[in-house]
T-cell receptor, first 113, second 113 residues
Framework: DQQVKQNSPSLSVQEGRISILNCDYT??????FLWYKKYPAEGPTFLIS?????DKNEDGRFTVFLNKSAKHLSLHIVPSQPGDSAVYFC????????????FGSGTRLLVRP | DAGVTQSPTHLIKTRGQHVTLRCSPI?????VSWYQQVLGQGPQFIFQ???????GRGNFPDRFSARQFPNYSSELNVNALLLGDSALYLC????????????FGPGTRLTVT
């Protein structure tokens, strides 16, 4: 039972263009959603989060959009840079469930120079 | 400020053996969580500790145990290792103020032969 799904295993984008990574979830009780970036041989790096009471959060080149009615969120990276090439994980958390993060399976982003 | 640290970085064990993995949280963080990541999947929640008390446990067998010490560092123990326990074991810490934002260490790569 996958509560958090990332249906695109990979994405390739030209440098300077927008990267859009998508995530779907099934549990309407999630309170927060987070995006992490992971390079090989490193732990996940926290990028940006959004509360379930908001529909948008922005931090520099990164913006996360939340559509609760569709149970869908997306991460926009503008402009994309070659250093953004990594695996991106979407994660969700319910604060009445021991604060455990439930992760999607990840999307590998390649930004081509 | 140092991030989350984990030791060892790599470990090779034989089936049936026991392993102890260690984690030191970010200074000031009192909560530590453990996750297991197998190739091609997102991290899966194992345990969370806050103020030395277990706050949550994932769907892992009793061979997995953990504890948190007075200095908030933590150990993850796995007994009777199986080949399927081969994975990257990640530790994450979070503060009381932003308990939903978890910051990960580099992980311990465990190989069971």
């Amino acid at each position: 039972d996958q509560q958090v799904k990332q249906n695109s295993p990979s994405l390739s984008v030209q440098e300077g263009r927008i990267s859009i990574l998508n995530c779907d979830y099934t549990n309407s009780m999630f309170d927060y959603f987070l995006w992490y970036k992971k390079y090989p041989a490193e732990g996940p790096t926290f990028l940006i989060s959004i509360s379930s009471i908001k529909d948008k959060n922005e931090d520099g080149r990164f913006t996360v959009f939340l559509n609760k009615s569709a149970k869908h969120l997306s991460l926009h990276i503008v402009p994309s840079q070659p250093g953004d090439s990594a695996v991106y994980f979407c994660a969700a958390l319910s604060m009445d469930s021991s604060y455990k993060l439930i992760f999607g399976s990840g999307t590998r982003l390649l930004v081509r120079p | 400020d140092a991030g989350v640290t984990q030791s060892p970085t790599h470990l090779i064990k034989t089936r049936g053996q026991h392993v102890t993995l260690r984690c030191s949280p970010i200074s000031g963080h009192k909560s530590v969580s453990w996750y297991q990541q197998v190739l091609g999947q997102g991290p899966q929640f194992i345990f969370q500790y806050y103020e030395k008390e277990e706050r949550g446990r994932g769907n892992f067998p009793d061979r997995f145990s953990a504890r948190q010490f007075p200095n908030y560092s933590s150990e993850l123990n796995v007994n009777a290792l199986l080949l399927g326990d081969s994975a990257l074991y990640l530790c994450a810490s979070s503060s009381l103020r932003s308990s939903y934002e978890q910051y990960f260490g580099p992980g311990t790569r465990l190989t069971v032969t």
